[in-house]
Nanobody, 124 residues
């Protein structure tokens, strides 16, 4: 069973940068889409960025030009480079992966995995 674990969060000043990492315990080759979500204080969880298996990407409008999602299947990892951080970026960030073959176990079976989250705090 593949598990996801985020790291790289912390305290950063406005305008600063952070790089989040999501390490999978197994292969990501069977996961078509990988994404980053976030949930700010008193807010609902929202999709920040997603990357498909063919490297196509989509971003939340408010992070376009500032955040970049990438994946390295050989390292079973997903990354989120965050630049020009703003206080409103403060949130717990979660890694997400979606498979349509049960992570390689069941053809045609939907499987969605979540990491435990890593806290990003943007403040002076």
């Amino acid at each position: 069973q593949v598990l996801l674990a985020e790291s790289g969060g912390g305290l950063v000043q406005p305008g600063g940068s952070l790089r989040l990492s999501c390490k999978a315990s197994g292969s990501l080759l069977n996961f078509g889409d990988v994404s980053w979500y976030r949930q700010g204080p008193g807010e609902q969880r929202e999709l920040v960025a997603t990357m498909s298996s063919n490297s196509g990407t989509n971003y939340l409008d408010s992070v376009k030009g500032r955040f970049t999602i990438s994946r390295d299947n050989s390292k079973n990892s997903v990354y989120l480079q965050m630049n020009s951080l703003k206080p409103e970026d403060t949130a717990v960030y979660y890694c997400n992966a979606v498979s349509y073959n049960g992570g390689g176990y069941v053809t045609g079976s939907y499987l969605e995995l979540w990491g435990q989250g890593t806290l990003v705090t943007v403040s002076s």
